[in-house]
């Protein structure tokens, strides 16, 4: 395997061969990551999500510029950015994106940005973005800053299966988006404010406050931002971390050395906690799901005769059978085949 | 079957009991859709979608009033209403908006509004609401409005499983909006741009039409709003279908009675094409698909030791074994237990 040394040694022709060949799923990504992955598991990952138009892009950029040039005598370290977009399937959007950011952070050996679109199914994506990760994680990289485009469900939980999930909200979006912040904030380990230097900053604040203690009357009960992992794991072990709100102004890099010391707390916390070993586990558990899910139907369409798949398509459409029943027949005929 | 019976007759509690029937995947839910079935394929299924902050419910209040209420001397029509919002999981965000648009609708037999929010998984909220659809279907609704919250890749694939799918725009929604437009244009029938009375919104209409020119350098290429449906189906038919795009003021009714007559021309052209026969097969082949899907894995579980299931993660979480080694010792070991 020498594009796996390679891809190790920190070759970058290898890693964007490599993160090709994740994408498009064929037996040699599979291969390599299977060698790759008792390598993974030092990378900080930070999910970024949130409603378009709250300038999310500019956002992970700057934090990208400030992890490569970091306040006082810190280090920099390696930075890579997975921006993921299932809702462009037809466009060129994700590449353009590339070369929009490329000009901020080009020629910098320790920065790698890769998009991704959408490759048929959801479930196919978050397999991709899941490998990606991985290549990124084994090939050194400290920090992978894995942005979704879009608000949708899916899209959340891509950002969530990451150690930190940024949430970013920005004042003046409209007016039905409250109900969106609701079920979001629930995943938020840090909510950011972008484009604060709009007007209505203050009143997005004190909604995002308000839905805050309204979700939790107690600040201090230690069920913020991690609902869904202390539901996994034991509740009693209590990560007690309040998500902070921080606001930012992306464009011209108002708030991210503050927004960078937030995410390096919350790091510490799950540390200290015990949190990032609980995560990490869910984290992983979810994405062997998603893998299995794809697995079990890719390997059964494969035993299913096409002629009796189009025969009883065509019995459906002329309801004269159920879609239960066509399943049904369908999983039986394909064990039989 | 009483119970069927008493949904075919009309029985609108009768309905509403179903619906939780099938929301919650109950047994009872898939016996009775399983009979109900072969009463579908009457209702003219229109699906809307577009970014939070377009104003989509209060459209889809507006035209589900119009439909009770159409000009001159068409006769009103029975109009069911499906919100999907599978943003919020946690939340009691849909219950609130049934309470907010029963307001403006309460006591009209022939009105339903059902609101769906996730039940876990993405693929079983898309078999939950197309089971719902086809209760609505059997129970003599004319119309059934099945609307998106949120803007992610899963609501687009929700909404585009219609008959004509509405996408919804409006002015000023921020600057990487355009991004999320590329992708969604696909899918769109008929565009709207809601909220045309706030500033901007002659360069949204352009943008719009740029977009659209740019995707589709002649505009009577044939290829409008139906894409994915020609790449399922016969090209040599071709609908040939532009996509118009109409301005609306969903708070005060502008421009409903003409966004009315757009979803009836291109019904009327689904006909006349004999694109309704291509898109009911697309529709169903869709459900049976992600039915299948959920199928396959919820028997695999059944069939897989827990304790050899959370053994394989361990090793895992340990970075002993890979995520694709995990998925084949899985499978293996469930087919021979």
């Not at 998009?115 to 973005?129: F, I, K, P």
């Not at 909510?191 to 107690?218: C, F, Q, W, Y």
Request: aromatic share 4%; glycine share 10%; hydrophobic share 40%.
């Amino acid at each position: 395997m020498d594009a796996v040394k390679a891809v190790l040694s920190g070759n970058r022709l290898a890693l964007a061969r490599l993160l090709t060949q994740i994408e498009n799923d064929t037996s040699e990504g599979r291969t390599a990551l299977d060698v790759l992955f008792s390598h993974t598991g030092n990378a900080h990952l930070i999910g970024v999500t949130g409603a378009p138009g709250t300038g999310k892009s500019s956002l992970v950029n700057r934090l990208a510029h400030f992890y490569r040039h970091p306040p006082g005598k810190a280090e920099p370290v390696r930075v890579a950015v997975v921006a993921v977009d299932p809702s462009s399937p037809f466009t060129g959007g994700a590449v353009l994106g590339d070369r929009i950011r490329m000009r901020d952070l080009a020629g910098d050996p320790d920065v790698f940005i890769r998009s991704m679109a959408s490759r048929g199914s959801l479930g196919g994506l978050a397999n991709a973005t899941a490998g990606v990760v991985q290549a990124f994680d084994a090939a050194g990289f400290d920090l992978i800053l894995i942005e979704t485009v879009g608000a949708g469900q899916a899209e959340v939980d891509i950002a969530k299966l990451a150690h930190t999930t940024l949430v970013i909200e920005a004042p003046g979006l409209g007016d039905d988006i409250q109900a969106i912040k609701a079920g979001i904030l629930e995943i938020a380990d840090i909510l950011v404010i972008n484009k604060a230097d709009r007007p209505g900053v203050g009143n997005t604040e004190s909604a995002l406050r308000g839905m805050l203690n309204l979700a939790h009357p107690s600040r201090y009960s230690g069920r913020f931002g991690n609902s869904i992992l202390q539901a996994e794991g034991s509740e009693a072990e209590g990560e007690m971390w309040v998500p902070p709100i921080q606001r930012t102004i992306a464009i011209d890099g108002t708030g991210i050395p503050e927004l960078g010391a937030l995410i390096a707390d919350h790091r510490q916390h799950l540390e200290d906690s015990g949190g990032i070993t609980r995560r990490e586990r869910f984290r992983l558990k979810s994405e062997l799901e998603n893998m299995l899910r794809e697995t079990l139907v890719t390997r059964w369409r494969k035993e299913i005769p096409e002629s009796f798949y189009q025969e009883l398509l065509d019995r459906l459409v002329a309801r004269e059978i159920s879609p239960w029943r066509a399943v049904e027949e369908l999983i039986d005929g394909g064990a039989q085949s």
